[in-house]
């Protein structure tokens, strides 16, 4: 069994939040919650629903998986999928070269 720390939820949630230079104010809107909740799930004081999870990873276009337990050996390619997404296609390719000598880097 894993432990859940919502202190981490939390914090990938703000920091997406505050990337989209969305407002606890307009993600509490969307999803139909007060602004004070959307605070309290970010300072992982309050445990919320699946659903507000599923709601908000929607809105913040996070992946479920990774929002709740970072990142994993088990959802690491979406992540790299999520970074290639926002390079231009030109650039893809020393993108990957770069992440070769850093893993080479770590052996």
Known sequence: MIDIDYKEIGKRIKEKRTNLKMTQEKLSEIIDVSPSYISEIERGTSICSLAVLVNISDVLDL????????????????????ILQDIPQKNHKLYIDICKNIANNFK
């Open 63 to 82: 992946n479920l998986d990774n929002l709740v337990r970072g990142i994993t050996e088990n959802n690491i390619d979406y992540s790299f999928s999520k």
